[in-house]
């Protein structure tokens, strides 16, 4: 199996998340806001790493502090924020107030590593869309 390495220049912890949403994002389909607010949110998540209960950690994360927070530094409502956390739980991104296992991510030594495998079947028929 051939393995292929690509390191990224290294960055701040707040454009880290940003980073690797976009990376995800063709599996993700995030619009733009909801992609931006759910960088945010790993972005405190990382900065309240320090609170190992989980629940306590997400309470702090998702409380009305952080999403002023989070208003202030995307420029937008709190109301866009509420809509977009919407987006979040209907792509099963977040449910309530708590980002998804898969998704919480956080560099250990200032180091993350992500692996992809693709799977690459020749004889795979892509379908044409249908014409309107």
Do not use: C, W
């Not at 701040?12 to 998340?17: E, G, I, T, V």
């Not at 960088?39 to 309240?48: D, G, P, Q």
């Not at 530094?73 to 991104?93: E, P």
């Amino acid at each position: 199996m051939t393995k292929k390495t690509v390191t990224m220049p290294a960055v701040a912890p707040r454009k880290f998340y940003r980073q690797y949403i976009e990376i995800l994002q063709p599996m993700l389909k995030l619009r733009k806001r909801e992609a931006d607010v759910f960088a945010e949110l790993l972005y405190h998540n990382y900065l309240k790493r320090d609170i190992k209960d989980a629940e306590d950690r997400f309470k702090l994360v998702f409380d009305i502090s952080t999403r002023n927070k989070i208003s202030e530094k995307l420029n937008i409502s709190n109301a866009v924020i509420q809509q977009a956390l919407g987006g979040l739980r209907k792509k099963n991104v977040i449910k309530g107030i708590t980002i998804r296992e898969t998704f919480a991510v956080e560099p250990e030594n200032g180091v993350f590593n992500l692996n992809f495998k693709f799977v690459v079947k020749s004889n795979l028929v892509i379908k044409k869309a249908k014409a309107i």
